[in-house]
């Protein structure tokens, strides 16, 4: 399994670590989560039906309007936020947002996190020095070397 260290700049501090959820797409906010659940429900996200509680949310920047932010504080408080988010191009939308769902998010990375981070990576967020730590998932053919 490979790590590698990303460098960025803190948009909200904090850390957190979770599996990875990258999209090369934008975020949206309402209308893109089942509130209650953390389960995306746009049908046109590649993130269908998929949960994002405790995920570190890896994506180029937000779509919508200032709703962004509500939506996201509104999955802090049913329990159910990511983790973190890394986002390539930040907007208000994703500043004010972690903010106030009290996410440690990072931007201005020095390599495209939607471009190294895949799926499935073990992401760690250390928001307060803009740093990410990515380790690998292990592909299918190093999983049967082992």
Sequence with gaps: MST??????????????????VTRGPLGGYGTF???TGKVVDLNHEWYG?????????????????AWTIA?????????APAA??????????ALGSVVARLPCVTDLD?????????????????????????KKSSPSEKSKQ
């Design 72 to 80: 996201h504080q509104a999955l802090r408080f049913a329990g159910v």
């Design 50 to 66: 998929k949960n994002v509680k405790g995920k570190v949310l890896v994506f180029t920047t937000a779509s919508g309007s200032s």
């Design 111 to 135: 390599r495209d996190p939607t471009e190294v981070i895949s799926s499935g990576d073990r992401v760690r967020v250390d928001a307060d020095r803009g740093i990410v730590t990515v380790e």
């Design 4 to 21: 590698f260290i990303l460098r960025g700049r803190k948009v909200h501090g904090g850390s957190a670590a979770g599996e990875a959820l």
């Design 34 to 36: 089942d509130l209650e």
């Design 85 to 94: 988010y890394v986002v390539r191009h930040n907007k208000p939308q994703t």
